[in-house]
């Protein structure tokens, strides 16, 4: 199982929670470090997220 830390946008259902993932990579070429994003749903049985 993966830990991600993300930012809690906003709640998509009863008991659902649409996460913002921040990841940063290397590029590949150019040696610059980039700031790649994700957005994921994830299903908060326990009701212990809050957005914000």
Do not use: A, W
Not at 9 to 14: A, I, N, P
Not at 37 to 45: A, N, P, S, T, V
């Amino acid at each position: 199982m993966i830990f991600q830390k993300g930012l809690v946008l906003r709640k998509s259902g009863e008991k659902t929670f649409k996460v913002l993932i921040q990841k940063r990579v290397l590029h590949k070429k150019y040696k610059k470090i980039l700031t790649r994003f994700k957005k994921i749903l994830i299903d908060d049985r326990f009701n212990c997220c809050r957005p914000g």
